[in-house]
Protein backbone atom coordinates (compact mmCIF):
# COMPACT_ATOMS: atom_id res chain seq x y z
CA UNK A 1 0.00 0.00 0.00
CA UNK A 2 2.86 2.53 1.02
CA UNK A 3 4.43 2.26 -2.90
CA UNK A 4 1.67 1.94 -4.18
CA UNK A 5 0.99 5.67 -2.64
CA UNK A 6 4.68 6.57 -3.16
CA UNK A 7 5.62 9.11 -5.69
CA UNK A 8 8.01 7.18 -7.13
CA UNK A 9 5.74 4.31 -8.60
CA UNK A 10 2.85 6.81 -9.45
CA UNK A 11 0.83 5.31 -12.20
CA UNK A 12 2.41 2.00 -11.36
CA UNK A 13 0.67 -0.96 -10.96
CA UNK A 14 1.59 -1.80 -7.72
CA UNK A 15 0.75 -6.09 -6.67
CA UNK A 16 1.55 -7.77 -3.56
CA UNK A 17 2.97 -11.43 -4.55
CA UNK A 18 -0.61 -12.86 -3.03
CA UNK A 19 -2.23 -11.51 -6.21
CA UNK A 20 0.08 -12.06 -8.36
CA UNK A 21 0.88 -15.94 -7.41
CA UNK A 22 -2.55 -17.06 -6.18
CA UNK A 23 -1.27 -20.59 -7.28
CA UNK A 24 1.41 -20.53 -4.22
CA UNK A 25 -1.00 -18.66 -2.11
CA UNK A 26 -3.70 -21.85 -2.58
CA UNK A 27 -0.60 -24.25 -1.83
CA UNK A 28 0.13 -22.45 1.17
CA UNK A 29 -3.53 -22.26 2.51
CA UNK A 30 -3.32 -26.88 1.44
CA UNK A 31 -0.27 -26.82 3.30
CA UNK A 32 -1.27 -25.33 6.39
CA UNK A 33 -4.78 -27.17 6.14
CA UNK A 34 -2.87 -30.42 6.35
CA UNK A 35 -0.54 -29.60 8.54
CA UNK A 36 -3.52 -28.53 11.21
CA UNK A 37 -4.73 -32.10 10.38
CA UNK A 38 -1.74 -33.96 10.29
CA UNK A 39 -0.97 -32.39 13.93
CA UNK A 40 -5.04 -33.18 14.91
CA UNK A 41 -4.47 -36.43 14.33
CA UNK A 42 -1.02 -36.87 16.54
CA UNK A 43 -2.48 -35.01 19.69
CA UNK A 44 -5.91 -37.25 19.21
CA UNK A 45 -3.53 -40.40 19.39
CA UNK A 46 -1.86 -39.52 21.91
CA UNK A 47 -5.53 -38.55 24.23
CA UNK A 48 -5.60 -42.47 23.61
CA UNK A 49 -2.67 -42.57 25.24
CA UNK A 50 -3.43 -41.20 27.99
CA UNK A 51 -6.86 -42.06 28.07
CA UNK A 52 -6.11 -45.87 28.16
CA UNK A 53 -3.29 -45.08 31.09
CA UNK A 54 -5.24 -43.46 33.29
CA UNK A 55 -8.04 -46.25 32.75
CA UNK A 56 -5.31 -48.55 33.64
CA UNK A 57 -4.23 -46.52 36.85
CA UNK A 58 -8.19 -46.39 37.73
CA UNK A 59 -8.27 -50.09 37.49
CA UNK A 60 -5.55 -50.90 39.73
CA UNK A 61 -6.33 -48.41 42.58
CA UNK A 62 -10.03 -49.62 42.80
CA UNK A 63 -10.10 -50.56 46.39
CA UNK A 64 -8.62 -47.32 47.28
CA UNK A 65 -11.37 -45.43 45.04
CA UNK A 66 -13.79 -48.09 46.98
CA UNK A 67 -12.85 -46.90 50.40
CA UNK A 68 -12.72 -43.71 49.17
CA UNK A 69 -16.64 -43.66 48.25
CA UNK A 70 -17.32 -46.11 51.41
CA UNK A 71 -16.37 -43.12 53.65
CA UNK A 72 -18.53 -40.84 51.68
CA UNK A 73 -16.59 -39.45 48.62
CA UNK A 74 -18.47 -37.86 45.87
CA UNK A 75 -18.92 -39.39 42.15
CA UNK A 76 -18.01 -35.42 41.39
CA UNK A 77 -14.97 -35.12 44.21
CA UNK A 78 -13.30 -38.75 42.44
CA UNK A 79 -14.16 -37.12 38.70
CA UNK A 80 -11.87 -34.34 39.90
CA UNK A 81 -9.13 -36.02 41.76
CA UNK A 82 -8.77 -38.33 38.72
CA UNK A 83 -9.16 -35.08 36.13
CA UNK A 84 -6.42 -33.29 38.31
CA UNK A 85 -4.01 -35.76 38.58
CA UNK A 86 -3.94 -36.15 34.86
CA UNK A 87 -3.69 -32.68 34.45
CA UNK A 88 -0.75 -32.65 36.74
CA UNK A 89 1.01 -35.61 34.65
CA UNK A 90 -0.30 -33.69 31.40
CA UNK A 91 1.47 -30.35 32.43
CA UNK A 92 4.59 -31.82 33.58
CA UNK A 93 5.15 -34.01 30.18
CA UNK A 94 4.56 -30.75 28.20
CA UNK A 95 7.01 -28.89 29.94
CA UNK A 96 9.44 -32.04 29.33
CA UNK A 97 8.83 -32.19 26.08
CA UNK A 98 9.21 -28.19 25.76
CA UNK A 99 12.51 -28.45 26.94
CA UNK A 100 13.67 -31.19 24.73
CA UNK A 101 12.13 -29.64 21.48
CA UNK A 102 13.31 -26.37 22.75
CA UNK A 103 16.96 -27.91 22.91
CA UNK A 104 16.39 -29.55 19.67
CA UNK A 105 15.01 -26.30 18.05
CA UNK A 106 17.73 -24.34 19.45
CA UNK A 107 20.65 -26.52 17.85
CA UNK A 108 18.72 -26.45 14.81
CA UNK A 109 18.55 -22.95 14.47
CA UNK A 110 22.33 -23.01 15.30
CA UNK A 111 23.57 -25.46 12.73
CA UNK A 112 20.92 -26.03 10.41
CA UNK A 113 19.95 -28.32 8.01
CA UNK A 114 22.29 -28.92 4.90
CA UNK A 115 20.31 -30.12 1.76
CA UNK A 116 22.79 -32.08 0.22
CA UNK A 117 25.33 -30.29 -2.22
CA UNK A 118 22.24 -28.20 -3.41
CA UNK A 119 23.13 -24.76 -4.04
CA UNK A 120 20.44 -22.13 -3.37
CA UNK A 121 17.34 -22.98 -5.96
CA UNK A 122 14.26 -21.62 -6.86
CA UNK A 123 10.65 -23.79 -5.70
CA UNK A 124 7.57 -21.97 -6.80
CA UNK A 125 9.52 -18.20 -7.14
CA UNK A 126 11.09 -18.70 -3.72
CA UNK A 127 14.50 -19.07 -2.93
CA UNK A 128 15.57 -22.33 -1.32
CA UNK A 129 18.74 -21.84 0.65
CA UNK A 130 21.65 -25.08 1.00
CA UNK A 131 20.80 -24.81 4.57
CA UNK A 132 17.46 -24.61 6.13
CA UNK A 133 17.42 -23.37 9.64
CA UNK A 134 14.45 -23.24 12.52
CA UNK A 135 12.68 -20.82 14.04
CA UNK A 136 11.47 -20.93 17.43
CA UNK A 137 8.67 -18.68 17.82
CA UNK A 138 6.22 -18.52 20.84
CA UNK A 139 3.08 -19.53 19.34
CA UNK A 140 5.55 -22.46 18.34
CA UNK A 141 6.40 -23.11 21.66
CA UNK A 142 3.50 -23.00 23.44
CA UNK A 143 0.75 -23.73 21.62
CA UNK A 144 1.64 -27.75 21.78
CA UNK A 145 1.75 -27.33 25.63
CA UNK A 146 -1.43 -25.98 25.72
CA UNK A 147 -3.09 -28.08 23.07
CA UNK A 148 -1.45 -31.57 25.19
CA UNK A 149 -3.06 -29.87 28.62
CA UNK A 150 -6.22 -29.64 27.00
CA UNK A 151 -6.05 -33.32 25.32
CA UNK A 152 -5.40 -34.52 28.79
CA UNK A 153 -8.34 -33.13 30.04
CA UNK A 154 -10.51 -34.21 27.41
CA UNK A 155 -8.16 -37.82 27.98
CA UNK A 156 -9.03 -38.05 31.80
CA UNK A 157 -12.78 -37.52 31.52
CA UNK A 158 -14.24 -41.49 30.25
CA UNK A 159 -11.60 -42.66 33.02
CA UNK A 160 -12.93 -40.53 35.98
CA UNK A 161 -16.26 -41.39 34.78
CA UNK A 162 -15.33 -44.96 35.16
CA UNK A 163 -13.88 -44.59 38.70
CA UNK A 164 -16.84 -42.25 39.74
CA UNK A 165 -19.19 -45.17 38.88
CA UNK A 166 -17.06 -47.60 41.35
CA UNK A 167 -19.13 -49.71 44.17
CA UNK A 168 -17.15 -49.54 47.20
CA UNK A 169 -18.40 -52.89 48.27
CA UNK A 170 -17.29 -54.88 45.37
CA UNK A 171 -14.21 -53.12 45.28
CA UNK A 172 -13.56 -53.43 48.46
CA UNK A 173 -14.24 -57.51 47.91
CA UNK A 174 -11.93 -57.21 45.06
CA UNK A 175 -14.95 -57.64 42.25
CA UNK A 176 -15.92 -55.12 39.43
Known amino acids: RELAHAAAF ?4 VKTWQ ?3 PDVVAMVQTNGSLTALMVLIIFAVAAIGVA ?3 LM ?3 ERRRELGVLKAVGMRPLAIVAMVSI ?3 AFGAAASLVGLGLGLGIDLGLARFGIPLGGLSSFSLAGATIPPMLHARITQQGALLPV ?3 IVMAFLASLWPALVAARIEPVAA ?3 RE
Open 10 to 13: HGLD
Open 19 to 21: ELR
Open 52 to 54: DTI
Open 57 to 59: AVF
Open 85 to 87: ETL
Open 146 to 148: GMM
Open 172 to 174: LRG
